[in-house]
């Protein structure tokens, strides 16, 4: 299995992909369970949300986006080499395409989320 | 290296049994978080900001629509499928024996425990309508 992955873009890929899983599989526990509180103890959610809303926090769910887009695009391209084997061939260049998405979505959400930074930091509003 | 191969995910396993499903449910999951996942991401935390959804704001704006409750379950089942899957696959290859049992059932029991307190939390907690 490990020699599939052997070297340069598609062990990158893999093991960005594989890292990528648990990190969100990490915070969807969390995130499930703190969803429970609405209902179980609102009060309770409301303090995870002060924590999240903290200047941390919100790196924290920058990080977050990060993953989860980095994860969805090299998701698809996999799921696209493995329904069109033929397509493996280009392999490479869409693991470059993803990254030219990943840029083009994520500097977009990097500002908006700078600027909930800001409100944090009570640097605006 | 057969028709199956492919540069980076895990190869299509052999045979039609349950693994093959497996296979197949884990691409079609990942297609559908695709569109609900970063959906709930940009609507959530880009063109709402997070610090403004307290426990009242999820009751009052998100959940007293009948199509977002929907929506989060969906999503819910689908990404609870995905994850614990593909922690499964994760917690395989790096474990053996008793330990990879132990392990493995831990991952079944939370990801049952969370599934079914998120869809408790969606479908139960009472409608509000909002103030005005």
Redesign the interface.
């Known amino acids: ?1 490990l020699f ?2 052997r070297g340069r873009e ?1 062990m990158l ?2 093991a960005f ?2 890292i990528s ?2 990190a ?2 990490l915070f ?2 969390l995130h ?2 703190d ?6 103890a ?2 309770l ?2 303090t995870f ?1 002060v924590v ?2 903290t200047p941390p926090g919100i790196v924290m ?1 920058w990080l977050l ?1 990060a993953a ?2 980095y994860h ?1 695009l ?6 696209i ?3 069109w ?1 033929s397509l ?1 061939r280009y ?1 490479r260049q869409m ?1 470059y395409a993803n990254w030219l998405l990943f840029a083009a979505i994520g500097i977009p ?1 990097t500002i ?2 700078a600027g ?1 930074l800001a ?2 930091l009570g640097v605006s509003q | 290296m057969g028709g199956s191969y492919s540069r980076s995910g895990r190869m299509k396993p052999g045979g039609s049994g349950f693994e093959v499903g497996i296979w197949y449910l884990m691409r079609l999951t990942g297609i559908g978080l695709f569109v609900l996942v970063l959906a709930h991401y940009l609507i959530l935390h880009v063109i709402h900001d997070p610090a403004e959804q307290n426990a009242e704001w999820i009751q009052e704006m998100r959940w007293s629509s009948t199509f977002w409750r929907s929506f989060d379950w969906l999503l819910l089942t689908l990404v609870q499928f995905h994850a614990f899957v593909g922690m499964r696959t994760v917690v395989s290859d790096y474990s053996r024996g008793g330990l990879r049992t132990l392990l493995l059932s831990a991952i079944y029991l939370l990801g049952f425990v969370l599934f079914v307190l998120g869809t408790v939390v969606v479908m139960t907690l009472p409608n509000v309508v909002p103030a005005a």
Do not use: C, K
Not at chain 1, 74 to 79: D, S, V
């Open positions: 299995m599939r992955y598609g890929a893999w992909h594989r899983g648990v969100i599989w969807l526990v499930v369970l969803i429970y509180l609405v209902g179980a609102p009060e959610y409301d949300l999240y809303a769910e986006g989860v887009l969805a090299n998701g698809l391209r996999i799921t080499m493995d329904f084997p493996s392999h693991w959400v908006v989320i909930q409100r944090s």
